[in-house]
């Protein structure tokens, strides 16, 4: 699937089965509440927190997936063409770093 499709795809299940968007500042904060579960899974699966009972089923994948939806949305209602956006970030991050991260002692 292309980030366009992905987009068009939102779009569409939003207009049948989410009635309309979110406003920008609600969508905002579902954003940071599922990243903050995406933090909670990676801290005890990678990191030294451990499972509490309530937490041993998470899904990375699917808690990946709900930021990515989200996501989507926020760039839906504020006109960001997702696929240009990454096009140009990218662009940006080679300039910036093209011999950044080689020289960096610590990756090595």
């Given at each position: 699937?292309?980030?366009?499709?992905?987009?068009?795809?939102?779009?569409?299940?939003?207009?049948?089965?989410?009635?309309?968007?979110?406003?920008?500042?609600?969508?905002?904060?579902?954003?940071t509440?599922?990243?903050g579960?995406?933090?909670?899974?990676?801290?005890?699966?990678?990191?030294?927190?451990?499972?509490?009972?309530?937490?041993?089923?998470?899904?990375?994948?699917?808690?990946?997936?709900?930021?990515?939806?989200?996501?989507?949305?926020?760039?839906?209602?504020?006109?960001?063409?997702?696929?240009?956006?990454?096009?140009?970030?990218?662009?940006?991050?080679t300039?910036?770093?093209?011999?950044?991260?080689?020289?960096?002692?610590?990756?090595?």
């Open positions: 699937m292309l980030i366009s499709e992905a987009q068009n795809i939102v779009n569409e299940w939003i207009e049948k089965f989410g009635v309309r968007y979110f406003s920008e500042l609600t969508n905002m904060a579902i954003l509440e599922e990243v579960e995406v933090a909670r899974i990676i801290a005890r699966k990678y990191g030294d927190q451990s499972f509490k009972e309530s937490d041993k089923d998470a899904d990375l994948a699917d808690e990946l997936a709900d930021v990515f939806f989200v996501l989507i949305c926020l760039a839906n209602q504020t006109g960001v063409d997702l696929t240009k956006a990454l096009e140009n970030n990218l662009q940006k991050k300039i910036r770093d093209a011999n950044r991260h080689k020289n960096n002692e610590k990756l090595v």
